[in-house]
């Protein structure tokens, strides 16, 4: 059975970091596309982030030199690594294996 | 960037009774390898979004046969042959041909 189970959300100051985590089970991440998709409050879906299996990326302009994304093929665990963060990054993030599974999501608050 | 539009933007149907939604994108979605990447997902409230149908009109594991999906290049419709309550909630479609990937507004669905 496939699951992506996340971690790592939060509240953090604006220009603070965080880490989103995802584990996955009942399949390999590293062969498989992977997304971040966001949701700010009540509001619709955003991709922010993107892996293929040949390891390149995709990002959008909004995250675009502030975020990254990469997995630990060990662990087989998705991450996506949040810097300088924005009270507009605030939001519930999913991680997806493109598009089929997700996981539950992950709220993230950037507020002072 | 491919503009995703959804109509109508709210629906209240009666249970048993059809339902459908129209999603439009602004660039065609058909890939020249012969496939058109466009998902249909319900969010049902306090929830990820659930994938129902990929590539126009394959609906996803476990999904239901109430749920249809057709179209071809810009213009996309997914169907409920006979809404259950357990239907309620909002709908996006997305495409992925081509980054960055947009989800439409979203649907709202809820009984009468």
């Known amino acids: 059975e496939v699951q992506l189970v996340a971690s790592g959300g939060g509240l953090v100051q604006p220009g603070g970091s965080l880490r989103l985590s995802c584990a996955a089970s009942?399949?390999?991440?590293?062969?498989?596309?992977m997304a971040w998709v966001r949701q700010a409050p009540g509001k619709g879906l955003e991709c922010v982030s993107v892996?293929?299996?040949?390891?390149?990326?995709y990002y959008a302009d909004s995250v675009k030199g502030r975020f990254t994304i990469s997995r630990d093929n060990s662990k087989n665990t998705l991450y996506l690594q949040m810097n300088s963060l924005r009270a507009e990054d605030t939001a519930v993030y999913y991680c997806?294996?493109?598009?089929?599974?997700w996981g539950q999501g992950n709220l993230v608050t950037v507020s002072a | 960037d491919i503009v995703m539009t959804q109509t109508p933007l709210s629906l209240s149907v009666t249970p048993g009774q059809p339902a459908s939604i129209s999603c439009k994108s602004s660039?065609?979605?058909?890939?020249?390898?012969?496939?058109?990447?466009l998902y249909w997902y319900l969010q049902k409230p306090g929830q990820s979004p659930q994938l129902l149908i990929y590539?126009?009109?394959n609906r996803f594991s476990g999904v239901p046969d109430r749920f249809s999906g057709s179209g071809s290049g810009t213009d996309f419709t997914l169907k409920i042959s006979r809404v259950e309550a357990d239907d309620v909630g909002v709908y996006y479609c997305?495409?992925?041909?081509?980054?960055?990937?947009?989800f439409g507004p979203g649907t709202t669905v809820d009984l009468k």
């Open positions: 997806a294996r493109t598009w089929g599974h």
């Open positions: 009942g399949f390999t991440v590293s062969n498989n596309s």
């Open positions: 892996i293929y299996s040949g390891d390149s990326t």
């Open positions: 660039q065609s979605l058909l890939h020249t390898g012969g496939k058109t990447y």
């Open positions: 590539e126009v009109s």
């Open positions: 997305l495409q992925s041909i081509q980054p960055p990937f947009t």
